[in-house]
């Protein structure tokens, strides 16, 4: 049986939850389908540790600092994938070195994907209380578009790439970003 | 008659190692005459920030020192802070503290092993790059990677700065279905950890033998990890209280990491200089393993420490097992110790060799002082002094692409944490 790992990546620190709060929310989401393993890893390369073959499917989950408004949850296909412009010291594994272990060990880069959620670049310490509910929204925003991701597989077995099909897909599911100024 | 060569080679960031460093070579006709192990990484302020701190704080802080250490930072500390309350440790949360070493060990090993060290061996400038040629070595090695994450999550809760550790012992006892999961993982992965040390055998290693002092802890009959006393292969049996009059740490111009010596020398610390000096306590099978290789212990050639490395985490599984084999969930994971003031150390082996902890706490248990020697810096003079011995028998006349791949390699073999090397800078401040 060809399965969908979803990975959330982070820690226990701050924004950096996002991804595994969202992976808590879609293990539980998907809990009924046996083809859907949905793990909280704290290093991408902790991904060996499941059985994973190359005609498994992968989701890599987790917080970004990008462009976009804080709360647009996006997705990526490995070539896509932005350069991490800064490098912090955690001995250089980082997921694009994991993706492209996983491209040596061959696996298609078509059936792996990112999907990310933008969050606030400022470094400013917000209120307990305000940055509580950001990051639920961060979550909240980042399960539904990886939700959508992996229905969409579910019913056609693959990623949902295609403008023409993502189109058609968003009008029968319905998947909104967060309303400008919640953040 | 050749030119003897005069020049410079400037490696400005070193590749599969943790951190920012550089390698600057000044050769002058044919000699090595000046050569700078630069560490630029930030400083990180750690000892600074801990005063004032009380103690569950300082534990729970020096894990963030490092992302591949944490436990060893959090031991040395614990040991450190019960010494001052005169606090002995119960029998069951000292082999439990082993065996979540263990873990770090193994997750810190195999990360080295197979992705960051393998690769040079084999010609590859890179572990993607290798992955496609040994598919089934890299899996292997991310597998246990995975077991030792396993086994720190298991005490501490994740595998990343872990929370499990307290004076006392730990917060919580994993219960027993969960440590039967563990055990059986574990179990599982002996034959691969077996297989790992006859495949590292095989790599084609550099003859490269030199004269250098390793030092390391020696425990009690069993093999060093969570403390004893410093013990070198030149004699030196110190307590760890001792260490400062032996050991002198200092600043060099050109780097933000200390550097130390052993009685005005250069020393080594780190899985080859532990297992030089202890290696008469790994278990009986485990030696046949090694005798099976061919290559002998104790070695003078830094090249083998990738060997070492596979031999101790085959050693930290079948501890981990044996420490485990009568796991009773029921005990209480802790005693509360009695908080006082004092002078305390702690010294343990991390997985780049032994790492020194002094604080000074006041009557509340806070923080007066804290001094922490990491095994990095105590590995940066023997690094330069190896550099200057390697390249040269490397042939200083190679082209500089060759020496800058055969500096880099020789770096790697330590395997520094260079995050962990400058926690700490000299700070002053003047407020007018």
């Known amino acids: ?78 070539l896509a994938l932005p350069p991490a412009h800064q490098k912090f010291s955690s001995h250089g594994i980082d997921l694009n070195t994991t993706i492209a272990l996983l491209a040596s060990l061959g696996f298609s880069t078509e059936k792996i994907q990112i999907v990310a959620v933008e969050i606030p670049a400022d470094t400013e310490p ?58 | 008659m050749s030119d003897l060569r005069t020049g410079e080679i400037h490696v400005p960031i070193l590749a599969r190692v943790e951190g920012e460093g550089a390698l600057d070579i000044r050769i002058r006709d044919g000699h090595i005459d000046e050569l700078h192990l630069r560490i630029f990484e930030p400083p990180r302020l750690f000892e600074k920030l801990l005063e004032g701190r009380p103690a569950q704080d300082v534990i729970d802080s020096v894990a963030r020192i490092c992302g591949i250490c944490p436990v060893a930072y959090q031991m040395s500390a614990v040991a450190a802070i019960e010494s001052i309350f005169n606090f002995t440790p119960t029998p069951w949360v000292q082999a439990m503290r082993r065996v979540m070493y263990c873990g770090e060990w193994i997750q810190s090993h195999s990360l080295h092993v197979h992705l960051l060290a393998a690769p040079d061996f084999l010609g590859f400038n890179s572990a993607p790059a290798m992955a496609k040629q040994f598919p089934l070595e890299v899996r292997r090695g991310l597998r246990l ?73 020696r425990q009690n009959g069993e093999y060093p990890i969570t403390g004893g006393r410093i013990v070198s292969d030149r004699g030196l049996d110190i307590a760890i209280e001792e260490y400062e009059q032996h ?147 490397f042939g200083l006349d190679q082209p500089d692409d060759a020496l800058r791949l055969h500096g880099e390699m020789v770096i790697r073999n330590y395997d520094p944490c260079i995050s962990c090397a400058t926690h700490f800078l000299d700070f002053r401040a003047e407020r007018q």
Not at chain 1, 38 to 46: E, F, G, Y
């Open chain 1, 1 to 78: 049986m060809n399965r969908l790992y979803i990975f959330g990546l982070g820690s226990p620190y701050g924004w950096d939850q996002v991804g595994w709060l969202a992976a808590d929310q879609l293990r539980q989401t998907f809990s009924g389908q046996p083809a859907i393993v949905v793990d909280m890893l704290s290093r991408p390369t902790n991904l060996f540790s499941h059985p994973i073959t190359p005609m498994d499917w992968v989701i890599f989950i987790d917080s970004m600092m990008g462009k976009a408004r804080p709360g647009t949850a996006q997705r990526f296909t490995t």
């Open chain 1, 126 to 183: 917000s209120p307990e209380q305000t940055f509580r509910r950001c990051q639920a929204l961060a979550t909240q925003s980042l399960h539904a578009e990886v939700k959508s991701c992996v229905e969409y597989w579910l019913q056609f077995g693959v990623y949902r790439f295609s403008t023409t099909h993502e189109l058609s897909f968003r009008q029968n599911t319905h998947v909104e970003s967060p309303p400008a100024g919640s953040f």
């Open chain 2, 145 to 217: 990677q995975g077991i030792g994450n396993d086994i720190i999550r298991t005490f501490g809760g994740r595998s990343v700065h872990p929370v499990g550790v307290r004076p006392g012992g730990f917060f919580r006892a994993p219960d027993a279905a969960a440590m039967a999961t563990l055990r059986q993982k574990i179990h599982e992965s002996l034959n691969e950890a077996r297989d790992l040390i006859a495949w590292v055998a095989t790599l084609p290693i550099p003859e490269d033998d030199q004269d250098f002092t390793s030092v390391s802890l």
């Open chain 2, 247 to 393: 050991f002198r740490e200092f600043q060099v111009p050109y780097s933000t990491a200390l550097h130390a010596l052993l009685d005005d020398q250069p020393y080594l610390v780190g899985p080859l200089a532990r297992l030089n000096n202890n290696y008469a306590y790994l278990p009986a099978d485990l030696r046949q393993l090694i005798e099976a290789t061919g290559i002998r212990f104790p070695s003078r050639n830094m090249f083998h420490s990738i060997l070492a490395r596979a031999i101790e985490i085959h050693y930290a599984l079948s501890e981990s097992l044996r420490l485990t084999e009568n796991y009773d969930a029921r005990t209480t994971p802790y005693v509360e110790p009695i908080q006082c003031a004092g002078i305390g150390y702690g010294c343990t082996e991390a997985p780049r060799g032994i790492l020194w902890h002094r604080y000074a706490l006041d009557e509340q248990g806070h923080v007066l002082n804290a001094q922490i020697v990491p095994p990095t810096s105590q590995n940066q003079a023997r690094m330069e002094e190896d550099l200057k011995t390697s390249l040269t028998r």
